[in-house]
């Protein structure tokens, strides 16, 4: 198995949040948060009708996450389970994933709604929402998080996941 691999930030995302407790656990709980994507500039023409979609996919390096657990009890329930079944920063590789409306497109600046992401996070990549490709058809499970939906605007992180001083 291949153990390390590079990748490049494409650029930095800019948000309010300045600190990793108290931040939305989720852009659920940020719905109205704005914030933008400063790419590298070379990379502007590879923007090009990305302001046809409502909704982007962003991947981003959880920079400020160290170590991991092979369980953790994640904000939306008291019971330990296992880190692939959460969405905790904390991973082998710290790769976030987040959901956001895409507000404008001005040169090789991006504005977005709905940012859950500490201010100055490096972006890997930004990806198309689209509901013909992301939407899954049929029932759709959501395991232990069933029925936990509603709670996840009002929570916030605590220091269950900020690194040791």
Same mark, same amino acid.
């Given at each position: 198995? @291949? &153990?390390?691999?590079? =990748?490049?930030? +494409?650029?930095? +995302?800019?948000?309010?949040?300045?600190? %990793?407790? #108290?931040?939305?656990?989720?852009? /659920?709980?940020?719905? @109205?948060?704005?914030?933008? *994507? @400063?790419? !590298?500039?070379?990379?502007?023409?590879?923007?090009?009708? %990305?302001?046809?979609?409502?909704?982007?996919?962003? *991947?981003? =390096?959880?920079?400020?996450?160290? #170590?991991?657990?092979?369980?953790?009890?994640?904000? *939306?329930?008291?019971?330990? &389970? /296992? *880190?692939?079944?959460?969405?905790?920063?904390?991973?082998?590789?710290?790769?976030? %994933?987040?959901?956001?409306?895409?507000?404008?497109?001005?040169?090789?600046?991006?504005?977005?709604?709905?940012? !859950?992401? %500490?201010?100055?996070?490096? =972006?890997? !990549?930004?990806?198309?929402?689209?509901?013909?490709?992301?939407?899954?058809? /049929?029932?759709? &499970?959501?395991?232990? =998080?069933?029925?936990?939906? #509603?709670?996840?605007?009002?929570?916030?992180? !605590?220091?269950?996941?900020?690194?040791?001083?």
């Amino acid at each position: 198995m @291949e &153990r390390s691999c590079t =990748l490049t930030p +494409i650029g930095v +995302i800019r948000s309010p949040f300045t600190a %990793l407790a #108290g931040m939305p656990i989720q852009p /659920g709980g940020a719905r @109205e948060t704005l914030g933008r *994507l @400063e790419l !590298d500039p070379a990379l502007a023409p590879a923007l090009a009708d %990305l302001d046809g979609f409502s909704h982007i996919y962003l *991947l981003y =390096l959880f920079h400020a996450s160290k #170590g991991y657990n092979l369980t953790v009890t994640p904000y *939306l329930d008291d019971t330990p &389970r /296992g *880190l692939f079944a959460t969405r905790a920063p904390k991973r082998p590789n710290p790769i976030g %994933l987040s959901v956001v409306e895409l507000v404008a497109v001005e040169g090789s600046v991006v504005q977005v709604r709905g940012v !859950d992401v %500490l201010d100055g996070t490096p =972006l890997l !990549d930004i990806k198309p929402y689209a509901p013909a490709f992301d939407a899954p058809a /049929g029932p759709v &499970r959501s395991g232990w =998080l069933e029925g936990r939906g #509603g709670t996840v605007a009002a929570t916030r992180s !605590d220091d269950r996941f900020v690194p040791p001083a």
